[in-house]
């Protein structure tokens, strides 16, 4: 069986910095797994840019960045982990700079800093509108240099422990569509997040569809905060595609058919700077009631309005925007407002890890979005996702290489690798009454009806039973590409089921929580409730295939929870 | 809403199964607005669920899902269905992999070979010492000015259209390629990098001076990376670093000494300069029969009416870059 002292999972920010991490130890056998070829993660997708207290624009301070992300996160996040977030955060922007990040400079050669929403001052560092892309390629390369093993297109299918230690994972070559068992002391998951739940409109690349996760609570193993979902507040009209909000932190407005800005009711200090929570709602308050635009095909949105940075601005901070708009929605934002409206982008929930990454299984770590550590509580912050990523990516490669010297390989059964087969070739020989494009669109559409932006109790009642029942048709599902080569029928059949696992540790807890909290909103109880509700939620899978719902505390340091004002 | 019916002619092939690749057609109602990626997705959906094909973020930034569309290699995200019609005044669409590389399955290439190519020539900062602060309290200074030198290279997201297109990676084993050779450029004028110009070393031992320019690689790169002007200015580079004498060089210093000389070409002197006394040889016979046919100038030529202007002209140009 194939072994290494390290396995990574994903190739992403989180999982490129853990490997540059571990590789900076000599003599450790570590390997990246990832489902694409490395530089093709989500994170290259991120736009805007990343938070770190430079102070190059204003003066700024890792305390004030850290007390933005705690009201942001409507004082859900763990503050310990935030605070250590917040005060690595200068450092590692310049580490990543001293890599050879083409990040966007000041006329006296610093880095530049534009604003982003929730913050208090210009605090996100940024390389036009491609920020995470050259984040991406910036790790791939160092990587490159420090000789780190890459396993490309490699599909994760389970996490294997014994209840105390991980032992290694089971994961399928794509290309040969062969199924191994790879034996490791330690595996970091950095598989990324899950919002293709809401197949249907979402920001997220095809495979962000949560494998690391679901693999997690089919181990068993606790989830965290999953009823935290962000509805980007601008997605591209007919796609969802991602509009970056450094379109508004250089100035873009928002503007409802009555041509007003309207987040002046919502938000009239930040304005178009609100959280992203805020944001979202306020445009679907404006197009449920009627002040939003309907085009030909019943898309219904509100404008983005970028004409007034002038053509200069645009083509040198927005370039991709640009392009992103005349490619996609046939607009030219130097002439024309961008049609948009609020996308799902991202997870604040997901795999329970604590500060270091690690799970309650030893040796088994999260990093990334997939992880909930949490440092976004109920509501992520524009431009904390790259800091997040990187931070916890580093700090669980380090923990991990400490952990690795000083333990031995666990026995990995090879029944643990049958299981997997038997999962899998399960699949070919399904009925076939179900349809996978089907039944995805149906579940994304289960999902925006009871899990989107506005919830309440029945709607949610009714999801969480239709996804029950979408769960048992899936069954159906068959694949019917017989072939082993690069077979994506089955990958995209095997990604379709984690969603389906995912779904339900959603809408679960969302209903438990009776309370307005970030980006879980519910109309009926559209209030914060710090008395009952400060708490994480715990979702895990119990032997019987049942969820069990449990709480755990949240971490509070110096901030204390006060209305969410802006 | 407008709808069009396309046929869709895809190759596919499974090397494991199949003797030689052949084409499936495929009938779609595709709506305005579709993109091809969408209109790939559908198909397999709604009619052969084997069909294969890469994908992911379907927003122009990943660079999985590069394939030719009627014949020029495209991001099938950003391409829309309607626009490639229009642009060939068709209603028939050929999809097939990228040239270049194997094929795996179907639209579905073996990325290795690129990419290991890539990671042979080094792309990665080696920080100068000079430049790049010791400790985690400082960054490094750039520029805006410098920052643009290679900005444009910073874009490439690895998709290997240009790969696929280039001339003189179908015909050079040794060739670097397109994006590999650019990217070598970006840390060649990175002011924090400690290697600098003698990168350009790196592009001569990967055959940069083997690029024709036919200038491929700028027209399908969906980013607009343009990897030749890359090229070009590492051979510039090279030269600088003192990698002159070698026919490539020779040639370019042939063509500006010829410029300083008259202003015109001296097409006569051009084979001596660049490849001495074997290259006359070599183009003896054409030269012969130039001259027999009165087609061949004089090795000595005058300068053109407006020849010191030209130097001036040249000089200022090279200050600026």
Known sequence: ?566 | MEKREVLFRIRRFNPKRDEKPYYQEYRLTVPKGMTVLEALQQIKDTQDPTLAFRAFCRSAICGSCAVKVNGFPKLACKTQVFNELDKFGTDTLTLEPLDNMDVIRDLIVDWDRPFKRMEEMKPWLVPDPEVVPKTLDEESRVYPRELKKFDQFTDCILCTSCYSSCTATQLDDGYGGPFQLARVYRFAVDPRDALKAERSKIGYAFDMWNCVRCNKCADVCPKHVSPVDGIMKLRGLSIEVGLKDNPGARHVMAFYKSLLESGMLNEVLLPLRTKGVKGVLENLPVGIKMILKGKAHSPVMKPIAEHETLVKVMKVAMEVE
């Open chain 1, 1 to 566: 069986m194939v072994q290494f002292d390290i396995l990574i999972v994903g190739a992403g920010g989180a999982g490129l910095y853990a490997a540059l991490e571990t590789s900076r130890r000599k003599g450790l056998s570590v390997a990246v797994l990832s489902k694409v070829y490395p530089t093709r993660s989500h994170t290259g997708a991120a736009q805007g840019g990343v938070n770190a207290a430079l102070g190059n624009v204003a003066p700024d301070s890792p305390e004030k960045h850290a007390y933005d992300t705690v009201k942001g996160s409507d004082f859900l996040a763990d503050q310990d982990a935030v605070e250590m977030m917040c005060e690595m955060a200068p450092k590692i922007i310049r580490e990543m700079e001293h890599m050879g990040l083409p990040f966007s400079r000041l006329e006296d050669g610093r880095i530049a800093q534009r604003p982003f929403g929730g913050a208090s001052f210009p605090r996100t560092c940024y390389a036009a509108d491609k920020t995470g892309h050259v984040m991406l390629q910036t790790l791939y390369e160092q990587c490159l240099k420090n000789g780190v093993k890459f396993l490309n297109e490699w599909f994760l299918l389970s996490v294997v422990h014994n209840g105390e230690r991980v032992s290694g994972v089971v994961a399928m070559d794509l290309r040969s569509g062969r199924i191994h068992g790879i034996r490791a002391k330690a595996v970091i998951l950095a598989t990324g997040g899950h919002a293709r739940v809401y197949w249907n409109r979402t920001s997220n690349a095809l495979g962000n569809t949560g494998d690391g996760t679901a693999a997690v609570l089919r181990a068993g193993l606790p989830l965290k905060d999953m009823e935290f979902i962000q509805f980007h507040p601008t997605g591209l009209r007919r796609t969802g595609i991602l509009v970056t909000e450094g379109a508004r932190g250089e100035g873009g407005y928002l503007i409802n058919s009555k041509g007003e800005r309207f987040m002046k009711r919502y938000a009239p200090e930040k304005m178009e700077l609100a959280p992203r929570d805020m944001v979202s709602r306020a445009i679907e308050t404006e197009i449920l009631e009627g002040r939003g635009f309907r085009d030909e095909e019943g898309n219904e949105f509100v404008y983005l309005d970028l004409r007034h940075l002038g053509r200069k601005k645009i083509l040198e901070r927005l370039p991709q925007i640009r392009e992103l708009a005349i490619d996609f929605e046939g607009v030219d934002p130097i002439e024309e407002p961008i049609p948009v409206r609020p996308t799902a982008h991202y997870s604040m929930g997901g795999i329970d890890a604590d500060k270091l990454g690690r799970t309650p299984v030893k040796g088994l770590y999260a990093a990334g979005e997939c992880a909930c550590i949490s440092v976004h509580g109920a509501n992520r912050l524009g431009g904390n996702s790259l800091l997040d990523i990187v931070v916890f990516g580093k700090l669980a490669g380090e923990d991990a290489v400490n952990f690795v010297s000083e333990v031995d390989f666990l026995p990995f059964a090879e029944s643990e690798v049958k299981r997997e087969e038997e999962r899998v070739n399960s699949l070919f020989e399904a009925d076939g009454k179900e349809k996978l494009a089907d039944l995805r669109s149906e579940l994304s559409d289960v999902m925006s009806y009871g899990a989107g932006i506005f919830r309440e109790e029945k709607k949610m009642k009714e999801a969480l039973e239709k996804v029950r029942e979408i769960k048992e048709r899936a069954k159906h599902v068959k694949v019917y590409d017989g072939e082993r080569t690069f077979n994506t029928n089955l990958q995209q059949t095997l990604e379709f089921l984690n969603l389906v696992d995912i779904a339900e540790t959603i809408v679960l807890p969302a209903i438990e929580r009776k309370e307005s909290r970030g980006a879980h909103y519910r109309t009926d109880y559209p209030k914060r409730d710090d008395e009952n509700f400060l708490k994480h939620s715990i979702v895990e899978r119990g032997d019987d295939g049942e969820l069990r719902l449990s709480w755990k505390p949240v971490v509070i340091t110096k901030y204390q929870p006060e209305e969410r004002k802006y």
